[in-house]
T-cell receptor, first 112, second 111 residues
Framework: ETGVTQSPTHLIKTRGQQVTLRCSSQ?????VSWYQQALGQGPQFIFQ???????GRGNFPPRFSGLQFPNYSSELNVNALELDDSALYLC???????????FGPGTRLTVL | GENVEQHPSTLSVQEGDSAVIKCTYS??????FPWYKQELGKRPQLIID?????GEKKDQRIAVTLNKTAKHFSLHITETQPEDSAVYFC??????????FGSGTKLNVKP
């Protein structure tokens, strides 16, 4: 069973640009959640996708959007990047009806 | 929305001692409470979790207790070892479609 993977590992963007981050779920998992983790803070829930539909959303503006594909991989898109978007972005996958989440290694985004 | 508070922010113990980390939550609908360990530069890893229909759960040196009435839950680590040193996060979720994390506790176990 393969683990959760994310790409890219690191990314540097400038303010106002757009970014797409990718997550490949663990085999057999159909639910993906995305989190933003600022330095020294706990992960903040962005949204969750279940079977290609958004299933829950945290307190993030609409410029944070996502997709889940038929193979259950997922993308996080952020438009109009701001300096405060600099953070570690984590995705976590889980099986249908199971609560246990498995996190990916994260993408470190720096906005200059 | 849910608000999860975690204390203390840092905790230093001697090897072999016990460590206790406490969290409170605000939403009475929350029914799932996981704990994660995050080592520097690594991904969070689930170490133990508890559902609202259970008051206590134990796994070797780690235990979690839940008090639904008071809306708080705690992580207990006994016989601490240097490899327990990490940042620990609590979280709360209702029906698994939203997760709210605490701000973390940096545990330092001194040899």
């Amino acid at each position: 069973e393969t683990g959760v993977t994310q790409s890219p590992t690191h990314l540097i963007k400038t303010r106002g640009q757009q970014v797409t981050l990718r997550c490949s779920s663990q085999s057999g998992h159909n639910t993906v959640s995305w989190y933003q983790q600022a330095l020294g803070q706990g992960p903040q829930f962005i949204f969750q996708y279940y079977r290609e539909e958004e299933n829950g959303r945290g307190n993030f503006p609409p410029r944070f959007s996502g997709l889940q594909f038929p193979n259950y991989s997922s993308e996080l898109n952020v438009n109009a990047l701001e300096l405060d978007d600099s953070a570690l972005y984590l995705c976590a996958s889980s099986r249908d009806s199971e609560y246990t989440q498995y996190f990916g290694p994260g993408t470190r985004l720096t906005v200059l | 929305g849910e608000n999860v508070e975690q204390h203390p922010s840092t905790l230093s113990v001697q090897e072999g001692d016990s460590a206790v980390i406490k969290c409170t939550y605000s939403d009475s609908a929350s029914n799932y409470f996981p704990w994660y360990k995050q080592e520097l530069g690594k991904r969070p890893q689930l170490i133990i979790d508890i559902r609202s229909n259970v008051g206590e759960k134990k796994d070797q040196r780690i235990a979690v207790t839940l008090n639904k009435t008071a809306k708080h839950f705690s992580l207990h680590i006994t016989e601490t070892q240097p490899e327990d040193s990490a940042v620990y996060f609590c979280a709360a979720s209702s029906n698994f479609n939203k997760f709210y994390f605490g701000s973390g506790t940096k545990l330092n176990v001194k040899p």
